[in-house]
């Protein structure tokens, strides 16, 4: 799909607060409020926006301790691969798994509420995974850049 200057505009409105009303990006791009309409509707339908939600701030909701974890499997079989994914994607504390090259084959980010709940993850959880061979942790000390928009 080729996207046009307008889309791009109205992709970037929209990153910024999804709330904002048709009306409102029609305004700003000098656009009918049909035309705003029509074009994130086909933004959507071919995928280019696959869904819109609220972003929490984890201080509020007692979830501010951020921690990347590396996940080394003991082998790299496609059944222990998917047998990993299938399983580290069910664990509600892990909010992204990045399949990676180098040393380790996986990056997880964490979002507990403090030390003492990581160590449970990893006790009560993650380390139960019978095909991780190890892991190691890095713990955040401050978000420096933390955004959800892609430049355009």
């Known amino acids: 799909m080729k996207l046009d200057e307008k889309d791009l505009q109205i992709l970037k409105h929209l990153q910024q607060d999804s709330k904002m009303t048709n009306k409102e990006i029609s305004v700003k791009l000098a656009l009918s409020i049909t035309a705003v ?14 869904k819109y939600v609220a972003l929490l701030n984890p201080d509020r909701v007692d979830k501010a301790f951020t921690v990347f974890c590396q996940i080394k499997l003991i082998q790299h079989t496609k059944d222990y691969l998917t047998r990993f994914e299938t399983e580290v994607t069910s664990l509600p504390e892990v909010l992204e798994c990045f399949h990676v090259s180098g040393e380790y084959d996986y990056i997880l980010k964490v979002l507990v509420k403090d030390m003492a709940a990581y160590r449970e993850f990893m006790v009560t959880k993650l380390t139960t995974l019978d095909h991780i061979g190890s892991t190691q942790s890095t713990f955040t000390i401050e978000k420096v850049k933390n955004t959800t928009a892609i430049s355009l």
């Open 37 to 50: 309409y029509e074009r994130i509707k086909r933004l959507e339908r071919e995928g280019v926006i696959s």
